[in-house]
């Protein structure tokens, strides 16, 4: 027959698991961090969203300005002609600028009617001047900076771009004067 002593008795750690707590303490830290991060993703995305927009209006009115200035450029100051009630430039060979619902379109009716199209932001005001002394064309963009105002009180600020043009320039230049 076997005898059982007291001394062969299982011992139990003090301590097996976490407490409540301490589970407590950690999912509240937890929470604590994720929405530091959320918010600081938040604030990077708006960021991006709006260096984006800033560049993308950049880029057009590059373009704008680029086709602009190389049409005056290559015609008289005679052959250009502006109409203040259509919002428009007209130049000789069929090429009109015409402000109309937030955009320029530039029309090439000599080239198979082609069309381009320079967006702006909402709101925005466009107006065309002609300077005889200097041979200057002028295009004026009033862009609203705010899109929507935070209270009925609070005005919405302009930045205005500026575009000038000589007329004839290219025509002017001597053989071997790069543009």
């Not at 076997?2 to 407490?19: D, E």
Request: proline letters at 2%.
């Amino acid at each position: 027959m076997k005898r059982f002593s007291c001394n062969n008795r299982i011992t139990i750690p003090s301590r097996r698991g976490y407490t409540l707590i301490e589970m407590v303490v950690v999912i509240s830290l937890m929470g604590f961090v994720m929405t530091i991060l959320v918010s600081i993703l938040s604030f990077c995305l708006k960021t991006e969203r709006t260096f984006s927009a800033e560049a993308r209006k950049m880029q057009v009115t590059h373009s704008l300005a680029t086709d602009l200035r190389n049409d005056i450029h290559s015609h008289n100051w005679d052959q250009i002609k502006i109409d203040a009630e259509d919002h428009s430039l007209h130049l000789a060979e069929g090429i009109t600028y015409r402000w109309k619902d937030d955009r320029i379109w530039r029309e090439d009716n000599d080239k198979k009617k082609q069309q381009e199209s320079y967006w702006f932001p909402k709101n925005s005001q466009a107006s065309w001047h002609k300077d005889d002394a200097s041979k200057m064309v002028t295009l004026q963009i009033e862009m609203p900076t705010r899109i929507a105002a935070r209270s009925k009180n609070e005005r919405k600020t302009f930045r205005s771009l500026t575009i000038k043009a000589e007329a004839g320039r290219f025509a002017t230049m001597k053989k071997g004067e790069s543009r």
